[in-house]
């Protein structure tokens, strides 16, 4: 959380529960609580942008201007591009589970570390 590593999104809230020594603990949104250095530093208020992901491009070009790409479906790929592509007309995914272009699982499977 030192030198605005942590908490840069809009909207990110961060609770205060408690200071001792020379650290703090933070709760964060999604329920984990952090220890901090005291000497770290935080804005309160609300930023001035937070519609910002709300505002409508209106076409694909103006992404594009942005630098997003578009995202193409690994079902529409052939099978040497993704796992879920190939087969004939709309054919299913073909696996127990989908998985990443790299076939590592994805949906549901907890990919975060145990322990942290």
């Not at 030192?2 to 529960?17: D, E, W």
């Not at 995914?93 to 990919?111: D, F, H, N, V």
């Amino acid at each position: 959380m030192c030198l605005s590593t942590g908490g840069r999104r809009i909207q990110m809230l961060a609770k205060l529960i408690a200071k001792e020594g020379k650290s703090a603990t933070l709760k964060l949104p999604s329920g984990e609580v952090r220890l901090i250095s005291k000497n770290c530093s935080a804005t309160v208020g609300q930023v001035g942008n937070v519609g910002v992901n709300q505002k409508n491009l209106g076409r694909a070009g103006s992404k594009r201007w942005l630098g997003k790409r578009r995202v193409v479906r690994g079902v529409v790929m052939n099978p040497v591009d993704h796992p879920h592509g190939g087969g004939e007309g709309r054919a299913p995914i073909g696996r127990k589970k989908p998985t990443t272009p790299w076939g590592y699982p994805a949906l549901g499977e907890k990919s975060r570390k145990r322990n942290k």
